[in-house]
């Protein structure tokens, strides 16, 4: 294979691992004892350029064994009982199968049950590589016969390794400046093939050799960062970036929504999140913050990006800093529960309306008193069903606003105690 970088062979295809001693950023996987990589099934979970198929293929060639490799997005189970046939063939000869499925997420259940046989048999063994969860998008069944490998996105240090191999494969490589390698190594965000997919574009501009930050940053396009909006990278940033703000950590609740903004997020999507956490996660220890959610959301629709990206973070950050309490949350659950388990009971007659004489025979709003014609404005009377004992459902917390809901809460508590304690006085004797 020509060390040409304009070679049509992509210079990942080139510089791909043929052992395990080449393999950089994996040692969870490059450490197991040999045996274990000889004779296990494994699924490799992890990013874009993080490995997985490099490595299934040294499996295959340490082991000499036949490697057969399938796509999940292109092949289905007429492909795969092809294979089958042919593996129990090779079983009788003593030369058992490896079958690397890429993507394997994308198989259905009952693509990934036809599976089941040939693994539990020993006619195949299986690698299965997928970007996304295995214990959300894989059957339970597969899962337990075979062994999962999480493989990591890769760190500078291994991709500096990645970039140095580069240079000294090519015959005639770029000079970049530090500054430069920096620039393509945060780029890359983790991937090694798409550091070498810039490193092979940039030697392919014959009009440059020396580059410089600035000239780097001018002919590439800038990458997104690593994400899928409907993927497990989407549902990482935002439990990141929730759980920041309810730790009250504000400077990583910025990073964590900057990286979600520059990763091309849905702003909406982000606001609806916020607005949820206003009232879930705060409630009534700031009753005004669920108001300003909704109101950074309306200069959004009216500034668009990126000035009301600035209002997202201004929001972000009364967040962070704002008492927290789930108390409403909390309450709203109690209500919902109750309301279903007695959901039977009627209202007590004297707090309904009577706008009919029939419903005033049947004794509706008989004994109901008008609160504000009541000592205190306060009737202490009994509102929830007569057949239901009265429950506390709402327990506000001594923190930011919701202390002075206590005391109010405790103000009406105790006067409707004492307001029950003088009904059940005896009468005195005239």
Known sequence: MTKDSCDTVPLAEQLRPTCLSDVVGQPQLTGLPYSELQASSFIFWGPPGSGKTTLARILGAQTEQEFICLSAVFDGIAEIRKIF?????????????????????????????????????GFIRLIGATT?????????????????????????????????????????????????????????????????????????HNKER???????????????????????????????????????????????????????????????RLVRFAAEDIGSADPQLLPIAISVWQSYERLGK????????????????????????????????????????????????????LMKELGYSKNYVYDHDAENAFSGQNCFPDEMKRRKLYHPKELGFEREISKRINYWDNLRDKIQKEKKKPLGRI
């Not at 259940?109 to 539990?120: F, M, R, S, V």
């Not at 999962?148 to 580069?166: G, N, P």
């Not at 949350?329 to 009971?345: E, F, Q, V």
């Open 85 to 121: 046939e042919r593996a129990k063939l090779s079983i009788k000869n003593d030369k058992p199968i490896l079958v690397f499925i890429d993507e394997i997420h994308r198989f259905n259940k009952a693509q990934q049950d036809a599976l089941l046989p040939a693994i539990e048999s």
């Open 132 to 204: 996304e969860n295995p214990s959300f998008s894989l059957n339970s069944a597969l899962l337990s016969r075979t062994q999962v490998i999480v493989l990591t996105a890769l760190d500078d240090a291994s991709l500096r390794i990645i970039y140095q191999r580069a240079l000294d494969f090519l015959e005639n490589p770029i000079e970049l400046d530090e500054d430069s390698q920096c620039l393509l190594i945060e780029l890359s965000d983790g991937d090694a093939r798409y550091l070498l997919n810039l490193v092979q574009l940039l030697c392919s």
């Open 210 to 272: 020396t580059w410089t930050r600035e000239k780097v940053s001018a002919f590439l396009s800038k990458r997104s960062l690593n994400y899928d909006r409907n993927g497990e990278q989407h549902f990482n940033l935002i439990s990141a970036l929730i759980k920041s703000l309810r730790a009250s950590d504000c400077d990583a609740s910025l990073y964590w929504l900057a990286r979600m903004i520059i990763a091309g997020e849905d702003p909406y999507y982000l606001l609806r």
């Open 306 to 357: 990126p000035e009301a990206e600035l209002h997202i973070a201004e929001l972000v950050i009364l967040l962070a800093t704002s008492p927290k309490s789930n108390s409403v949350y909390t309450a709203w659950n109690k209500a919902m529960r109750a309301a279903k388990s007695t959901g039977s009971l009627p209202p007590p007659k004297s707090i309904l309306n009577a706008p009919t004489s």
